[in-house]
């Protein structure tokens, strides 16, 4: 038995919090990206500080503080205010998520299908649903269907929700390796063997190759 509304709410949140990351991490500019994650931050301020006129609690920090915060960050990366100004939206990050994603993945689809059935919309229900017309005779036209939750279409959205999230993972590690080799071009002493954990320059020490000894079952490492 699965209930016919609770788990596309799970699911839901993964597909906006996997696009989320992909929205951010997907720009091959390092100032686009900036640039989204400030816009998030923007709005994650104004919701916190608007639950905060609601209960009439007053944060450590006012919210033009936290805003001018953002601000020098995006001033000091070289950011112009119009790339911050547009409020972000999660219609915006899953529409350009599924845009720049394979044809055919309706991640779009899928996160409205989800939305609708969290909010218990009509539309979604019979849409996401499946139907059994029940033994019961025909009325005016008005017939008894049963409902119940649709397994396949449950497991296809989840699954859609995973494949994301590697996606995201996936451009999180490219862009470390990318960090990786710009910061090895900018300081070719690392190239050379050398580390700079203490002010001083020291050569690294390369660790000598393990030597197996002719008695079996014994192992000799160096």
Request: hydrophobic share 40%; with cysteine; net charge positive.
């Amino acid at each position: 038995m699965i209930h016919r509304f609770a788990p596309y709410a799970l699911v839901r949140g993964a597909l906006e919090n996997a696009s989320a990351a992909v929205w951010i991490l997907e720009p091959p500019r390092r100032a686009d990206r900036l640039a989204r994650r400030l816009r998030l931050a923007i709005d994650d301020v104004r919701n916190g500080e608007q639950a905060r006129q609601l209960t009439g609690q007053q944060g450590p920090r006012s919210k033009q503080d936290r805003l001018d915060q953002i601000a020098a960050i995006a001033a000091r990366a070289g950011l112009a205010e119009d790339a911050l100004k547009n409020r972000v939206s999660y219609t915006e990050i899953v529409k350009a998520v599924d845009a720049s994603g394979a044809p055919g993945s309706l991640i779009e689809f899928s996160w409205k299908i989800c939305s609708g059935l969290t909010h218990g919309d009509s539309w979604a229900a019979w849409s996401a649903s499946r139907m059994t017309q029940m033994p019961s005779p025909v009325q005016d036209g008005v017939a008894t269907l049963k409902m119940e939750a649709s397994l396949s279409l449950l497991m296809q959205m989840t699954t859609l929700a995973v494949r994301l999230t590697g996606r995201g993972w996936q451009l999180h590690d490219n862009a470390q390796v990318r960090s990786s080799l710009l910061h090895v071009t900018r300081r070719p002493w690392l190239r050379k063997g050398y580390h700079t954990r203490s002010p001083v320059i020291f050569p690294t020490v390369p660790r000598p190759p393990r030597r197996r000894s002719q008695e079996p079952g014994r192992r000799i490492g160096v």
